[in-house]
């Protein structure tokens, strides 16, 4: 008990608890174990320091609202028979302490096919009747691209010559079709994972989980398998996983990139982590090069407008080349009728005003200049 705070130990004393000992933690989190009054082990999760926190990826943070959202999470899915740690009781107070079942692990990680399985099991159980705090009340469509771009601004103070983070409207247009509703845990390593025999045991620590779409732990996924630490096989996990997976999309180049910017400004903004931070960065520009293609895809080719040069030659002679009639829409508001070329075979096209000239105007998509000039002319009823 010698490396356990005062306020911890009279914690464990109040409960009878013994041989109180340090077994882990985090950022924000630091875990003790200790033995019951029954013989039985117990954990004890506190925070590192005071009640709120901020580092560089999540500022302000209540840890304990993060405690009383692990409680929440982790009765809900015991009560379904999800392997996690047990709660047994939520200490709210001088420090404020969750009490959990001691799961044991056998040191021998956890089989990769069986994981992709559970992830799956854990995708299609009913989420929890209450919102994750690392939602902050939003749906994870809207939260996503916003805190990408407030980790890029972030990243933005420990690197030079970063890219822009993606435009938020863009992304948020592109998850907002994405399915939603299911939980995610998104933290998914082998820190996290007490396993015996292959077995996951118990799923630990969900501060960072969502209410969002299956694909979002999958995409965080492929990018922790990189590094070797965290004990993946991204293939087998897949294999494992038995349902579609949409690899080649935006949207999961989207929560791709939530995961590589997040491990970018962690590894650059901790100093023990710093050797990580350049290949995190690399990481991070691959990633943001990739979803640009995705995106560029998405949106199509672009059509290349005309010119005036080459309207003339298209209409050359005053008359508009021979095109199947198009529903004409509705008139247009007068604008500046300025003259936008001084073509005569365009003026002379102009002129008379005809219906033919003016569908076939639309129809060509000509360029913003141009149409304006057509635009002036009201669409013949």
């Given at each position: 008990m010698?490396?356990?705070?005062?306020?911890?130990?009279?914690?464990a004393?109040?409960r009878?608890?013994t041989r109180?000992r340090p077994a882990?933690?985090?950022?924000e989190f630091?875990?003790?174990?200790?033995t019951?009054?029954?013989?039985?082990k117990?954990?004890?999760?506190t925070?590192?320091g005071g009640?709120f926190v901020?580092?560089?990826?999540?500022?302000?943070?209540?840890?304990?609202?993060?405690?009383?959202?692990?409680?929440?999470v982790?009765?809900?899915l015991?009560r379904?028979?999800?392997?996690?740690?047990t709660?047994?009781?939520l200490?709210?107070?001088?420090?404020?302490?969750?009490v959990?079942?001691?799961?044991?692990d056998?040191?021998h990680?956890?089989?990769?096919?069986?994981?992709?399985?559970?992830?799956?099991?854990l995708?299609?159980?009913p989420?929890?009747p209450?919102?994750?705090?690392?939602a902050?009340?939003?749906p994870?469509?809207?939260?996503?691209?916003?805190r990408?771009?407030?980790?890029?601004?972030?990243?933005?103070?420990f690197?030079a010559?970063?890219?822009?983070?993606?435009?938020?409207?863009?992304?948020t247009?592109?998850l907002a079709?994405?399915?939603?509703?299911?939980?995610v845990?998104l933290?998914v390593r082998?820190?996290?994972?007490?396993?015996?025999?292959g077995?996951v045991?118990g799923l630990l620590?969900?501060s960072n989980?969502?209410?969002g779409?299956p694909?979002?732990?999958?995409g965080?996924?492929?990018e922790?398998?990189?590094?070797?630490?965290n004990?993946?096989?991204?293939e087998?996990?897949?294999?494992g996983?038995?349902e579609?997976?949409?690899?080649?999309?935006?949207?999961?180049?989207i929560?791709?990139?939530?995961a590589a910017?997040?491990?970018?400004?962690?590894?650059?903004?901790e100093?023990s982590?710093?050797?990580l931070?350049p290949?995190?960065?690399?990481r991070?520009?691959?990633?943001?090069?990739?979803?640009s293609?995705?995106?560029?895809?998405?949106?199509?080719?672009?059509?290349?407008?005309?010119?005036c040069?080459?309207?003339?030659?298209?209409?050359?002679?005053?008359r508009?080349?021979?095109?199947?009639?198009?529903?004409?829409?509705?008139?247009?508001?007068?604008v500046?009728q300025?003259?936008?070329?001084?073509s005569?075979?365009?003026?002379?096209?102009?002129q008379?005003r005809?219906?033919?000239?003016?569908?076939?105007?639309?129809?060509?998509?000509?360029?913003a200049?141009?149409q304006?000039g057509?635009?002036a002319?009201p669409?013949?009823r």
């Open positions: 010698v490396d356990a705070p005062a306020s911890m130990r009279t914690l004393a109040d009878r608890f109180l882990g933690g985090g950022v630091q875990v003790f174990e200790a019951a009054p029954d013989g039985s117990v954990v004890l999760r925070p590192v009640r901020s580092t560089p990826n999540d500022r302000h943070v209540d840890t304990r609202s993060l405690l009383r959202w692990e409680y929440a982790t009765g809900h015991d379904l028979g999800f392997p996690v740690a709660p047994r009781e200490v709210l107070g001088q420090p404020d302490v969750l959990s079942d001691f799961v044991t056998d040191g990680g956890a089989d990769q096919v069986a994981l992709g399985a559970l992830l799956l099991r995708h299609h159980s989420p929890p209450v919102p994750p705090v690392a902050h009340g939003l994870a469509a809207y939260l996503l691209p916003r990408i771009a407030d980790r890029f601004a972030g990243l933005a103070t690197v010559a970063l890219p822009a983070a993606p435009p938020v409207e863009r992304l247009a592109v079709s994405r399915p939603a509703g299911r939980i845990h933290d082998a820190p996290n994972l007490r396993c015996t025999g077995a045991r620590d969900w989980a969502l209410i779409d694909a979002m732990e999958l965080r996924l492929a922790y398998a990189l590094l070797p630490e004990g993946f096989d991204y087998a996990v897949l294999a996983y038995r579609p997976v949409p690899v080649d999309s935006a949207a999961f180049w929560y791709r990139l939530d910017v997040m491990l970018a400004l962690l590894f650059n903004s100093p982590l710093a050797e931070g290949r995190a960065v690399d991070l520009r691959e990633v943001h090069l990739r979803l293609r995705e995106l560029s895809r998405r949106a199509g080719p672009q059509r290349r407008p005309l010119s040069a080459r309207l003339d030659s298209s209409f050359e002679g005053g508009a080349p021979r095109r199947r009639p198009l529903r004409c829409p509705s008139p247009q508001p007068q500046d300025r003259p936008v070329c001084s005569d075979g365009l003026a002379s096209w102009l008379p005809s219906t033919a000239a003016w569908t076939g105007a639309r129809k060509r998509g000509i360029s200049a141009v304006q057509v635009d002319f669409a013949p």
